[in-house]
């Protein structure tokens, strides 16, 4: 049912067969055959592209201006439907419009269901991005992951890996960088093969330590990949 | 393949509605400034030979100001920005900085551009670490390594500790056996490569030389300094660009080069992704620049063409940047502008580079968007010359790289590098005024003593008596002057020091009130929970503290000093109007010190061990230890940390007040042997008409010091022309200089 990813060659737009073999898969980790990714970055790092391709069908906004504001659990639903957990779990209705822009107080996620198959072995977690500045909540936002199989860290190609994504990345525990994988985005922006595997040279000895592994995501390319790793 | 698109034309690809052919033009960065430092130069070679002796040190002074100062432009951020596309862009030199996919750019690398038909003797020079120097960096990792030791003594950062033994060993087996003796050495070369500039500046794998060049050369990890030099400057002014490392760089040895590179550039060129605007990182950033370089920031948002939609988000990110700017920094007003360096190269080469496919190959969508992949479909040779030139102009519109211009030109013509202009032309022509005046004074005595001459000797007589009696009391007068100028002088010393004490005592309060507070928040808090493992101690407020308190005391010493010189200009003006009785009041203005030309704060931005990061502070309780002491610990780390920083703060303060009352004192210093100048002529002059009146003279004798007299006096005429020819083109300089400054007022 999981795909693989190839690594650390190049996955650009589909162009080449994803999945080589004898590597391990992106989603490890299954509970009752439901995959749970929690995807979390810096800001404007592709988290949101990201979770769009890995469902396959472009279920959340994704902004360069407006970023995605509270902690979004992606869910199978038989309808559409979408609605903000409150103070002791509970859940109300509420609209796309109305959650645009900064984050009210007193929301702490939100719930999007949505009628996609592939839904029913996968449960996605957007996240805020961290690094904005607001250490609370991005400590909220660290806490959505503890509890997912599959912890993707997404970091820009061109501008990857810096000091400060290393340093929120190793606060958390060990259990969760376990399961941690390393998505760089935007691959599509270098502009030669030459720079990519250069790049990716530069990864794997300062990242690949605190990885289960590095992969690679276009954004054009990105559904293919998908399909590669749900089946 | 047909190429008609009006969208070429718009100003920015993204900015259809805004056409303007108009303004497309060249900007050439420090023209108002360069035409002053022209005219500066040939007023100092003209009144070298007009002024005599006694300015002859001051108009040396002005001259080496004047040929050597150039205007440092710092161009930071984190890495992977563009910063060093953006210095190639900026300097119309494509591809001279080599840039690369990892971070690149290892030493902080000045280029000095000076139009000036004689090219430089060394192109490019290279400083290389001494023995020293190297053992310190290898061994130690510098200030990092030293907060890490004291704050958990004996245990180092396993991951600098890594990355040091890998720098060690990679430079070592680099540079083979040759290694050693290399060190401390410095090379030189009469041109710029980019193979010299790889090997000498940039970070990287092996083979990572361009192809065909011979094998590379390692010597980046053990530069210290690099400086090339260019004589066919693409800017009006003489500019030095400083290319940094970029911060935040996982590689921690290379982050702290960069931080230590920040010191006291006139302008600052902040480099942002607009991919990931305005991070934690870069607002950390802007804090250690702000207080001090608040008026001297230019933010420019790189890498426009990679955004998903050119057309309203680069102008959505700059209104999301100055927001943000605004709420973090109310005070703060910088520019910013949003381009793409990467355009910049690019329209540099449209003559010689197949930019329709490489705006093509663009990530972003600036060319679909602007209309530009609809008509550059084919490839280049299907442009006809007037579409490649419209395509590059466009290209150059879109890149922001003119308005990074305009933006520096304007900081240029508010920056100390005006403020300098404006003080030796201010100088120059007080100068010229005490020349004018004395000559004036001379003049009259000459005429006066051939007219009494005409008549005869008893009115002759007489009025050498009268110059006589008066030439005393000038010399009195000057006396007094010089007398009270000391006097000033010690006034200005006691003045500093007092300053510089209270100034000392009141950051060292506030360093041991923020250190009894946090030891006293984290013994209360340990003795609630005695098992914590974390602590966070946050300096920023006490950073803020003493930049605040410095920069107020600061402010009160300078404006104590400004009413000893109000004081003293206007005693100096009676003195000399008593020398002078037809001086008409323009000399010894009390000099306006330029607003907000404060002193560096740059020591703030030292790193202290309460920067380090969370997991230093766990091992720091990993030992076991008393709250008390750990209190007692937290107490003296900050301490030990932060006097130091006060104490250097006080020192630039202590320089920066020297220097000017230095400044005032050498221009009250050059108007008074200007003016003793004219008495010593008019002295030597009163004893020879004396000698002759005496009867030392023959018929002959008296006929030829009558020549010479009507000799002085057309020579003292010929110079007032000169003098008043000067002052006219001095007040033009300022004029100019006011005019420069006040276009970039709204």
């Known amino acids: 049912m999981m795909g693989e990813i190839a690594h650390p060659s190049i996955n650009r737009g589909g162009r080449q067969p994803a999945g080589g073999h004898g590597e391990s898969p992106i989603l490890a980790g299954t509970r009752q055959g439901l995959v749970r990714v929690a995807v979390i970055g810096e800001f404007n790092s592709g988290k949101t592209s990201l979770v769009n391709s890995l469902l396959g069908a472009p279920v959340l906004p994704a902004s360069f201006t407006t970023h995605t504001a509270y902690p979004t659990v992606v869910r199978f639903a038989a309808k559409p439907s979408l609605s903000a957990e409150i103070a002791d779990r509970k859940r109300v209705p509420i609209a796309w419009n109305r959650i645009d822009g900064a984050p009210a107080e007193g929301i702490y996620r939100l719930h999007v269901g949505v009628p996609l198959d592939r839904l029913k072995t996968l449960r996605a977690i957007d996240t805020p991005g961290l690094g904005l500045g607001d250490e609370s909540r991005d400590a909220r936002t660290l806490r959505a992951c503890r509890s997912a199989d599959t912890v993707i860290w997404c970091t820009p190609a061109m501008q990857a890996w810096k000091a400060s994504e290393r340093h929120v990345w190793l606060t958390l525990p060990r259990a969760v960088r376990q399961r941690g994988v390393l998505a760089v985005t935007f691959m599509d922006a270098i502009r030669s093969q030459s720079d990519a595997s250069r790049l990716l040279v530069r990864l794997n000895a300062e990242a690949g330590p605190h990885f289960r592994k590095i992969v690679t995501i276009s954004a054009h390319g990105a559904l293919p990949l998908c399909r590669d790793i749900i089946g | ?746």
């Open chain 2, 1 to 746: 393949m047909g190429f008609e698109s009006p969208a070429l034309v718009a100003p920015r690809f993204w900015e259809a509605s805004n056409p303007g052919p108009q303004s497309w033009h060249e900007e050439t960065i420090g023209a108002p400034v360069e035409a002053a430092r022209v005219q500066l130069l040939g007023l100092v070679e003209r009144l070298g030979g007009l002024l005599g002796e006694h300015a002859a040190p001051l108009l040396e002074a002005a001259r080496q100001q004047l040929e050597q100062r150039s205007c440092r432009i710092a161009v930071i951020g984190q890495i992977k920005a563009g910063k060093s596309t953006f210095i190639n862009a900026l300097a119309k030199r494509p591809g001279l900085l080599p840039t690369d996919i990892n971070p690149w750019t290892v030493v902080v690398t000045a280029l000095h551009f000076r139009s000036d038909p004689m090219p430089p003797k060394h192109a490019a020079v290279f400083h290389l670490y001494s023995v020293d120097e190297w053992k310190q960096l290898a061994d130690g990792g510098g200030r990092l390594r030293e907060l890490t030791e004291r704050l958990v003594p004996g245990f180092q950062s396993d991951l600098l500790r890594a990355q040091l033994e890998v720098m060690r060993k990679r430079a070592e087996r680099r540079l083979g056996p040759r290694f050693a003796e290399l060190l401390g050495k410095c090379h030189r070369f009469p041109s710029v490569t980019p193979e010299i500039l790889t090997d000498y500046v940039s970070a990287g794998d092996e083979g990572s030389r361009p192809a065909g060049s011979g094998k590379r050369r390692h010597y980046s990890d053990i530069t210290r300094s690099a400086d090339l030099y260019f004589n066919d400057s693409p800017f009006a002014y003489p500019i030095t660009l400083i290319d940094t490392p970029g911060t935040n760089d996982p590689f921690l040895v290379r982050d702290e080069i960069t931080r230590r590179s920040l010191e006291n550039p006139d302008i600052y060129v902040f480099v942002v992704s607009a991919l990931q605007p305005l991070s934690a990182a870069d607002i950390a950033m802007l804090r250690l620049l702000n207080g001090l370089h608040k008026d001297r920031i230019v933010v420019f948002i790189n890498r426009a063409d990679q955004l998903p939609n050119p057309n309203s988000d680069a102008i959505a990110v700059r209104a999301m940047i100055e927001k943000r700017l605004r709420l973090e920094f109310p005070t703060l007003q910088v520019p910013v502008i949003y381009g793409s360096a990467w355009l910049g190269n690019l329209r540099l080469q449209a003559d010689t580079v197949d930019f329709p496919a490489m705006l093509r190959s663009a990530p972003g969508k600036a060319q679909r968007q602007s209309g530009l992949p609809a008509t550059i479909d084919g490839p280049s040779v299907d442009l006809s010359g007037a579409d490649r030139s419209r395509v590059a102009q466009a290209m150059h519109m879109s890149s922001g790289m003119g308005e990074v211009s305009a933006a520096i030109t304007k900081l240029i013509c508010t920056s100390s590098i005006a403020m300098l202009l404006r003080q030796i032309a201010v100088c120059m022509a007080e100068l010229v005024r005490t020349a004018e005046v004395t000559d004036r004074a001379e003049l009259e005595s000459i005429h006066e003593l051939l007219d009494a001459r005409r008549q005869e000797s008893a009115a002759l007589r007489k009025r050498i008596g009268e110059e006589q009696t008066s030439l005393a009391a000038f010399e009195d007068h000057a006396n007094a002057l010089q007398a009270s100028f000391q006097g000033v002088e010690a006034h200005f010393k006691e003045l500093i020091a007092s300053a510089s004490q209270v100034l000392r005592h009141q950051l060292c309060g506030l360093v041991r009130d923020f250190a009894d507070t946090e030891a006293n928040a984290l013994l209360n808090s340990l003795q609630e929970r005695p098992k914590q493992k974390a602590w966070r101690c946050d300096v920023l407020p006490l950073r803020e503290e003493l930049e605040a308190a410095y920069l107020t005391a600061f402010e009160e010493a300078a404006s104590d000093l400004e009413r000893v010189e109000q004081f003293l200009y206007p005693q100096l003006k009676l003195i000399v109007s008593a020398l002078l009785p037809d001086y008409r009041g323009n000399l010894l203005e009390v000099p306006a010190w330029p607003q907000g030309l404060s002193p560096s704060v740059a020591s703030l931005a030292d790193k202290v061990t309460m920067d380090l990061g969370t997991s230093w502070w766990r091992r720091w309780f990993a030992g076991r230890r008393a709250a008390e002491e750990r209190a007692g610990h937290l107490r003296s780390l900050i301490e030990e940390d932060f006097l130091k920083i006060a104490d250097e703060l006080v020192q630039e303060a202590e320089a920066h007040l020297a220097e000017r009352v230095d400044y005032v004192m050498r221009r009250v210093n050059a108007i008074s042997n200007g003016l003793r100048t004219g008495l010593e002529r008019r002295s030597a002059n009163l004893t020879r008409e004396r000698a002759l009146l005496n009867g030392a003279g023959d018929e002959h004798g008296l006929q030829r010091f009558e020549m010479e007299q009507k000799q002085r006096a057309h020579v003292c005429a010929q110079r007032q022309e000169a003098h008043s020819a000067a002052l006219g083109e001095l007040s033009s300089v300022l004029e100019g200089l006011d005019i420069a400054q006040g276009e970039t007022r709204p």
